[in-house]
Nanobody, 113 residues
């Protein structure tokens, strides 16, 4: 059994920063992909950023503002979010492919204008 535990969400003013963390635990041999998705009210879940074997992919809407990083020794992925905008408000979900798809419980990020 694999668990993904997220932390770091909260309320921040526009222009502020937050850092999300997600730690994977359980029966893990190797993690192929780790990353973050988000879902705003009334919208579909969308990719924010993922990392795999040193490569990264970002949504166009967060490029230059968000940075994903990973600590393989700790099976942990981070998302540094800078210059936050109200449209970044969403529930952020950690994702890992180990090799099946696993999701965290979600953490709320609210950006006030």
């Amino acid at each position: 059994q694999v668990q993904l535990v997220e932390s770091g969400g909260g309320l921040v003013q526009a222009g502020g920063s937050l850092r999300l963390s997600c730690a994977a635990s359980g029966s893990i041999f190797s993690i192929n992909v780790m990353g973050w998705y988000r879902q705003a009210p009334g919208k579909q879940r969308e990719l924010v950023a993922v990392t795999s074997s040193g490569s990264t992919k970002y949504a166009d809407s967060v490029k230059g503002r968000f940075t994903i990083s990973r600590d393989n020794a700790k099976n942990t992925v981070y998302l540094q979010m800078n210059s936050l905008k109200p449209e970044d408000t969403a529930v952020y979900y950690c994702y890992a492919k180990i090799p099946w798809d696993y999701w965290g419980q979600g953490t709320q990020v609210t950006v006030s204008s």
